[in-house]
Nanobody
Framework: QVRLVESGGGLVQAGGSLRLSCAAS????????MGWFRQVPGKEREFVAA????????YYADSVKGRFTISRDNAKNAVYLQMNSLKPEDTAVYYC??????????????????WGQGTQVTVSS
């Protein structure tokens, strides 16, 4: 069992930055991959970024590449999403997910086993 709690969302102007955090508890954090996804009302949850168990490799959706950075601190059981140059189209509820079946990156929502409650990010124009 894994419990995930996101924080750090809020309202920001276009061009601004936010840093999301996700605190994990339960299973050994350093043994599985983590990802960030986002969802807007009426649409499916979409992949944003993912990181391997060690933090050595990361993968990003094209829409955020070069603007967002995912990282993790296994000593603190936490994963982060640094979001820079935010755009109004980044507005969504952001979720962190745990993919406990692998230490490597997957991008499909269905592959993730545990989710946090989400944190709202709103970017004004």
């Amino acid at each position: 069992q894994v419990r995930l709690v996101e924080s750090g969302g809020g309202l920001v102007q276009a061009g601004g930055s936010l840093r999301l955090s996700c605190a994990a508890s339960g299973r050994t954090f350093s043994r599985y991959a983590m990802g960030w996804f986002r969802q807007v009302p009426g649409k499916e949850r979409e992949f944003v970024a993912a990181i391997t168990w060690s933090g050595g490799s990361a993968y990003y959706a094209d829409s955020v590449k070069g603007r967002f950075t995912i990282s993790r601190d296994n000593a603190k059981n936490a994963v982060y999403l640094q979001m820079n140059s935010l755009k109004p189209e980044d507005t969504a509820v952001y979720y962190c997910g745990a993919d406990v079946d692998t230490a490597y990156i997957r991008v499909d929502v269905a592959d993730y086993d545990y989710w946090g409650q989400g944190t709202q990010v709103t970017v004004s124009s």
